[in-house]
């Protein structure tokens, strides 16, 4: 039972505009959400991450919103880069748990174009 | 400065015939994780060992075990390949399992061929 999905399995966006990608998820145990960046041949790389007790994490170019009680949280990279080109995994955990499981989406794959 | 390292980043092995894979951190971590990743699905974690105690997933098949005989290194065993276990195994750590240092940071991964 996937916990943690990611609808859009792409995103194509043009450089200089924003990207907005998705992920909800149904465990409302979850207390803790990141976002990891994954380009081919190498392991995903950490993004950002929020915490419950937030509802707006930014850094830089990329913000994470969370909005608790719709179970949604969206990353948004402001402007896109084609660098940026990539596949992007959401994930999720309850910090009260002694396993520190992460939970991941099935990622969405952006596309950057110039 | 590579931090979560793993070798070889590709293997091929013949069906049946034990592999192991290989993962070492400088990052002096206390949590280390297998997961197994296959084409455009999530990455499923395998076990993890918070530091020298071994948690295995309920859905772990038991052709995979693990090792971590110091804090640096971490192993992945699969003891009788088969088709089904072609994938990119990926090693990652973790500060802690508490609140706070959940973070986990991946190594690049190994892809496994099974011929």
């Known amino acids: 039972d996937q916990q943690v999905k990611q609808n859009s399995p792409s995103l194509s966006v043009q450089e200089g505009r924003i990207s907005i990608l998705n992920c909800d998820y149904t465990?409302?145990?979850?207390?803790?959400f990141l976002w990891y960046k994954k380009y081919p041949a190498e392991g995903p790389t950490f993004l950002i991450s929020?915490?419950?007790?937030?509802d707006k994490n930014e850094d830089g170019r990329f913000t994470v919103f969370l909005n608790k009680s719709a179970k949604h949280l969206s990353l948004h990279i402001v402007p896109s880069q084609p660098g940026d080109s990539a596949v992007y995994f959401c994930?999720?955990?309850?910090?009260?748990?002694?396993?520190?499981?992460?939970?991941f989406g099935r990622g969405t794959q952006l596309t950057v174009w110039p | 400065d590579a931090m979560v390292i793993q070798n070889p980043r590709y293997q091929v092995t013949q069906f049946g015939k034990p592999v192991t894979l290989s993962c070492s951190q400088t990052?002096?971590?206390?949590?280390m994780y297998w997961y197994q990743q296959k084409s455009s699905q999530a990455p499923k974690l395998l076990f993890h060992?918070?530091?020298?105690?071994?948690?295995n997933e309920a859905d772990t098949p038991d052709n995979f075990q693990s090792r971590r005989p110091n804090t640096s290194f971490c192993f992945l065993d699969i003891r009788s390949p088969g088709l089904g276990d072609a994938a990119m195994y990926l090693c990652?750590?973790?500060?802690?399992?508490?609140?706070?240092?959940?973070?986990?940071?991946f190594g690049p991964g190994t892809r496994l061929l099974v011929l």
């Open positions: 465990n409302s145990m979850f207390d803790y």
């Open positions: 994930a999720a955990s309850n910090t009260g748990s002694t396993l520190g499981r992460l939970y």
């Open positions: 990652a750590t973790s500060r802690d399992i508490r609140a706070g240092a959940q973070t986990q940071y």
């Open positions: 929020i915490s419950s007790i937030k």
């Open positions: 060992y918070y530091d020298k105690d071994f948690n």
């Open positions: 990052l002096n971590h206390n949590v």
